[in-house]
């Protein structure tokens, strides 16, 4: 066993990862030739066509999608952490501390910002970047899909969606402007916003404003403290002057409303779920802002809530590394998805010589320009990680039992001695 440094921190980090990599090659050579059939180059998955995912001309290299991960790494010896941590999961509060490297004179009060990442979640990324830097053209042209699929597959069960209505992104921002920026545009469409919407996102609707051929912008007011019922009335009334108003163009423009799921200023849950069947019953196209969703809310079921587009920031309440975040996009919708942004050689126009429909929504997304794909990927390390502490609904009473403790008891989080 590799001897671990001691960092200024006190933490053990790995020095020397490669060595144990965590992927099965089965072949006894573990960097076979790499065979390019599909052009000179190529993204994730141009050398990937069967239905099982299986890569093409590595016959010696049987990668499959159970195969490629090994990111248990709460219980790798690498951690530094005692046997006995390594073995139980922790109780939560002060006793998750030595899972996250926080400087011992911050106070992380938010997280919800960009996320902290738990250690063993960086050591699976520094353990995946190291794997990738031992042979890039490995990773790019033959592993890196099978991960990529993992993720979105675990990320898809999650929300109650199917693995090919779920794509990876940087950030929220980015998925809701890929969202807004495809969407054709003619005089007289509306997109509303409202009083609370994330400023990036609400910067990106006015841009969009003012941008030919200028769709209006509509601004739903929402004043705290408030109810939920109060909420879905005022919504009700909004979307119904919205859609009533226009003349001769109502029957032909397009409405788009860009729902918060949660708030983050001030922190509150919206009924995003009735807001959305509002918004079906006129016609309105939802896009839901879910930056705080995911990790946070349990039992998100897209199949049944049906928004026309969902995103949700995996680097905040899922644990991953900062910046990634899943685009859902139900597949009566891939249409509207013309292009990621940037635009990918995978995309195909009209106009090509031997054109036979568009691309598939999930294979745009595989490959948008050269990007370090460590964080999109590690929501499979924080899948493990979360799955390790018990899994979401554990996770979930702990935060609710908390909060309902402190409303109770009126005290604020520093005094609490506040646990992730
Ligand atoms: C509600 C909401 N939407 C969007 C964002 C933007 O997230 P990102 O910076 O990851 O794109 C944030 C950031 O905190 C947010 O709180």
Redesign the pocket.
Known sequence: MTAIPEHRDGLQRPRRVFGDCPWHLVSGDPYPPISRSAGSHAGFTALVGSKHGCVLNCAHLPLTPTNVTDMKIPLSPELGLTTRDRQVAPSFGHAMHKFFEFDPSYVNLNH???GSLPMPVRVACEKLSARIEANPDRFVYKEGIHHWNEARTRVAKLIGAETDECVLVN????G?ATVLRNFEWNEGDIIIGTTTT?A??SRGIRYLGDTPPHPQVSTFDLEFPTSHAKILENWREHVRRVTSEGGDLKQTRKVVAVI?A????PGACLPWKEMVGICKDAGVWSVV?A??SIGQEVDINLSEAKPDFWIS?C??WLFAKR?C?VLYVPKRNHHIIKSPIPTPYTYRSPQDEHYNGPQKFAKLFEWTGTIDYVPLLSINAALDFRQWLGGEHKINEYTQSRNRRREASSESPRNQGNGP
């Open positions: 919800g910002a960009y950030n929220t921002s980015h809701i994330h990036g996102v918060d949660i708030v983050s200023n802002d930056a705080h920031d680097h905040k910046g975040a």
